[in-house]
C-alpha cells in the first residue's frame, strides 16, 4: 500500500527560526509525500511587513510539483490585546493561514493568548495550546478554529490532553509537525503515530489529518 499523502500547516523557514528557504522547504516536504504545506513562520509587529511577502514570493514560483505551498504566519508571543489588529494585518498582507502560538507548557507564553486566540475567526489553528481549558476549546470550535496535535517534542507533552479536551466539546484537530529543520518534516505515516498517541481511533487519526485540511483549504479558498 502506498504512503497516503501529507498536509502540514505549520513550518518555519530561515526568516524566522527555521533552517531552510522556504523553496528548499517546499521541496523537501514534497519528497517526503506533502501535498500541501503552510509555511507559517513567527511574526509579531517587528518583521510582519518583510516575512509574508517574502514567503509569497517563493510560494508563487512553485512550478511542476504536485504541492500547493500557503503562505501563512504564526503569530508567537504578542500581547493578546495587540493580537486582533496583528491578525488583521497578516490577512490584509497576504497570510492564507494563520497560526497562533498558543499556551505551550514549554514557553513562557503570555497567560490569555489561547482565550484571545479562539475568540478570533479569522484565526485558523491554534498551535500546541497547552492545558487548553474546555470553555476554550467549545469556542475554538464555534469559531471553526483547529486545535493543533504537534509532532513538535517539548509542546507534545499534552497533546493527549489537547485532544481529550477538545474532543469532549467536538472540537476539530490537525496533526502538523512545527518543523524548524530536514529531519521535522513528516509523512503520513509517522504523523498518524502523533495522532493516534495522542488518543485518536483509527477514524478520528483520518479526519485530522486527511479530511480536516482539505476543509481548511476550501474554507480559504486555496487551490
Known sequence: MSERPRYDFHMHTFFSDGELLPIELIRRAFVAGNRA???????????IDE?????????EIVDGWDI???PGVEITHVPPKKMDALINKARKLGAKIIVVHGESPVEPVTPGTNRKAVTNP?????AHPGFITTDEAE???DNDIYLEITCRSGHSK???????TGNSVGAKFLVNTDAHECG?????RSAKRVA???GMTERQADQALLKNPIELMKKRKIK
Not at 504545506?37 to 518583521?47: K, L
Open 68 to 70: 500547493i505551498a500557503i
Open 122 to 126: 479569522d484565526v485558523d489553528i491554534l
Open 158 to 164: 499534552t497533546n493527549k490532553h489537547v485532544f481529550k
Open 51 to 59: 516575512i509574508i511577502p517574502s514567503i509569497i514570493r517563493d510560494c
Open 196 to 198: 493516534t498517541g495522542a
Open 139 to 141: 469556542i475554538a470550535k
Open 184 to 188: 521535522d518534516i513528516s509523512t503520513h
Open 37 to 47: 504545506i503552510a509555511i507559517t513562520d513567527h511574526v509579531s509587529y517587528s518583521n
